[in-house]
């Protein structure tokens, strides 16, 4: 119960400040109507999907959100300026006073909100049009992608990951087997207690941002040690699974291992390429960015930004990485050459198999063609590339921090403006 009320507030409360951040982008749209450039045409469609409420709750979460706006633009400033204006005080020689009067310019004209002024780096280049360069968590998680996937929904499966891995199977592109579902009710799909003599990775069916994620290394006669030191036998690690799954199903599958080349990079935990496709124009699929990302301190378990991580951006033509950083909500780490918990060297290093990088990915989005949109985990192992996870609604921040760039006015905002017009989210006469 305690659970279910968490996800709940979660799921409304985020909704809520996507809300909040999107007002000042919805009221602009609606003074300024579209013109041909990719920015005016995308930010057309999202203005129309903001005021036009799907359902009671959607309309309860904008009308809370009108109201709580000026609440949690000017709480959010206080707690992330605590956070970082010293810093960047120190840094990038902006005044706190300065940083204070940005968040508040750049929310208005640009629809920033504190954290993603520090994730942006827009200290840097404080101008609304800067600001709006970038492509806005709102913006890709309620906005033109959702649009889209209402518009023409999709039949393949990225959400649920036994699905997901389902779907890869029949159309034969390389992922991780799924061994077993659990349930608290019971275990589904497990032919024998041998499939689970080895290294075990669980996780939730739909969760997201490594949230519930588990290791249990196998450590022989049939035990296995969790990641956080508990050892039991295999039916008492399913019980102890089971238990954890009155929230959701989880999956348990085998766990995969990077490269040795990447050894020194991944702190024990799989170090995932996330990838961002896209259908061009012809309805092609079409590689836009890559970044690797890398767990680092106590955390061995995932690699995901949220749950404290590091990414650096990829080049997509020599597959070598740049200077890695974390989601830059807290600024004390900067940009860093090297892993702080190996001393590996980032920057510099060239990715294996990258030569295969571009096809594997456009390959995998052909096989969920009725999607417009795709962010790939991929993992780079000793015998190749593959997939672990597909997200419908990537989080574009990580990308956009990571090659510190807005995506807006880059390749993306022009698939996604020629998107809008060809469902017709943004009429013909309007975008001439």
Same mark, same amino acid.
């Given at each position: 119960m305690v659970r279910s009320l968490r996800r709940f507030v979660r799921s409304h409360g985020t909704k809520v400040i996507y809300r909040v951040a999107g007002l000042p982008i919805a009221i602009r749209a609606l003074r300024h109507p579209p013109s041909g450039s990719p920015g005016k045409l995308v930010r057309s469609a999202y203005r129309s999907r903001y005021w036009t409420p799907a359902s009671v709750g959607d309309l309860a979460e904008l009308l809370f959100g009108l109201l709580a706006a000026p609440i949690l633009v000017i709480g959010m400033m206080i707690w992330f300026t605590a956070r970082n204006g010293q810093v960047i005080r120190k840094t990038a020689k902006r005044s706190i006073i300065a940083q204070l009067g940005d968040q508040i310019w750049l929310y208005v004209k640009a629809g920033v909100l504190p954290p993603w002024y520090y994730v942006y780096e827009l200290h840097r280049h404080p101008v609304k049009r800067a600001a709006r360069s970038f492509i806005q968590r709102c913006e890709c998680k309620d906005g033109v992608p959702a649009l889209l996937r209402h518009l023409c929904p999709p039949a393949s499966e990225l959400t649920d990951k036994a699905e997901f891995a389902r779907w890869c199977e029949a159309r034969s592109v390389p992922t991780i087997p799924v061994l077993a579902v659990v349930r608290h009710d019971g275990v589904d799909g497990l032919r024998s207690l041998d499939q689970l003599a080895g290294d075990l990775f669980v996780k939730p069916v739909d969760g997201k941002g490594g949230r519930g994620a588990q290791r249990w290394d196998y450590v022989g006669a049939?035990?296995?040690?969790?990641?956080?030191?508990? @050892?039991?036998?295999?039916?008492?690690? $399913?019980? !102890?699974?089971?238990?954890?799954?009155?929230?959701?199903? &989880?999956?348990?599958?085998?766990?995969?291992f990077n490269h040795s080349d990447l050894e020194p990079l991944n702190?024990?935990?799989?170090?995932?390429?996330?990838?961002?496709?896209?259908?061009? @124009?012809?309805?092609?699929?079409?590689? $836009?960015? !890559?970044?690797?990302?890398?767990?680092?301190?106590?955390? &061995?378990?995932?690699?995901n930004l949220h749950a404290g991580g590091i990414a650096t951006a990829v080049d997509l033509e020599t597959g070598r990485l740049g200077l890695a950083s974390n989601l830059g909500m807290d600024s004390s780490i900067g940009w860093i050459d090297r892993h702080p918990t190996s001393d590996a060297r980032i920057a510099g290093v060239r990715l294996p198999h990258w030569d295969q990088f571009r096809a594997f990915t456009e390959r995998a989005h052909r096989a969920f063609s009725d999607?417009?949109?795709?962010?790939w985990d991929v993992a780079i192992t000793p015998d190749g590339l593959i997939l672990v996870e597909g997200n419908g609604t990537p989080d574009l921040d990580i990308m956009q921090r990571a090659y510190r760039r807005g995506w807006m006015t880059d390749r993306l905002g022009q698939l996604l403006s020629h998107h809008v017009v060809q469902f017709g989210c943004v009429e013909i006469a309007e975008a001439a």
């Amino acid at each position: 119960m305690v659970r279910s009320l968490r996800r709940f507030v979660r799921s409304h409360g985020t909704k809520v400040i996507y809300r909040v951040a999107g007002l000042p982008i919805a009221i602009r749209a609606l003074r300024h109507p579209p013109s041909g450039s990719p920015g005016k045409l995308v930010r057309s469609a999202y203005r129309s999907r903001y005021w036009t409420p799907a359902s009671v709750g959607d309309l309860a979460e904008l009308l809370f959100g009108l109201l709580a706006a000026p609440i949690l633009v000017i709480g959010m400033m206080i707690w992330f300026t605590a956070r970082n204006g010293q810093v960047i005080r120190k840094t990038a020689k902006r005044s706190i006073i300065a940083q204070l009067g940005d968040q508040i310019w750049l929310y208005v004209k640009a629809g920033v909100l504190p954290p993603w002024y520090y994730v942006y780096e827009l200290h840097r280049h404080p101008v609304k049009r800067a600001a709006r360069s970038f492509i806005q968590r709102c913006e890709c998680k309620d906005g033109v992608p959702a649009l889209l996937r209402h518009l023409c929904p999709p039949a393949s499966e990225l959400t649920d990951k036994a699905e997901f891995a389902r779907w890869c199977e029949a159309r034969s592109v390389p992922t991780i087997p799924v061994l077993a579902v659990v349930r608290h009710d019971g275990v589904d799909g497990l032919r024998s207690l041998d499939q689970l003599a080895g290294d075990l990775f669980v996780k939730p069916v739909d969760g997201k941002g490594g949230r519930g994620a588990q290791r249990w290394d196998y450590v022989g006669a049939g035990r296995h040690r969790s990641s956080d030191g508990k @050892e039991l036998d295999t039916i008492g690690m $399913l019980f !102890a699974i089971a238990a954890e799954s009155w929230s959701g199903p &989880r999956i348990i599958q085998p766990r995969v291992f990077n490269h040795s080349d990447l050894e020194p990079l991944n702190n024990g935990a799989l170090a995932t390429v996330r990838a961002l496709t896209c259908l061009d @124009e012809s309805g092609d699929p079409e590689l $836009l960015g !890559a970044v690797l990302r890398m767990a680092m301190g106590e955390n &061995r378990v995932v690699d995901n930004l949220h749950a404290g991580g590091i990414a650096t951006a990829v080049d997509l033509e020599t597959g070598r990485l740049g200077l890695a950083s974390n989601l830059g909500m807290d600024s004390s780490i900067g940009w860093i050459d090297r892993h702080p918990t190996s001393d590996a060297r980032i920057a510099g290093v060239r990715l294996p198999h990258w030569d295969q990088f571009r096809a594997f990915t456009e390959r995998a989005h052909r096989a969920f063609s009725d999607r417009v949109l795709i962010g790939w985990d991929v993992a780079i192992t000793p015998d190749g590339l593959i997939l672990v996870e597909g997200n419908g609604t990537p989080d574009l921040d990580i990308m956009q921090r990571a090659y510190r760039r807005g995506w807006m006015t880059d390749r993306l905002g022009q698939l996604l403006s020629h998107h809008v017009v060809q469902f017709g989210c943004v009429e013909i006469a309007e975008a001439a």
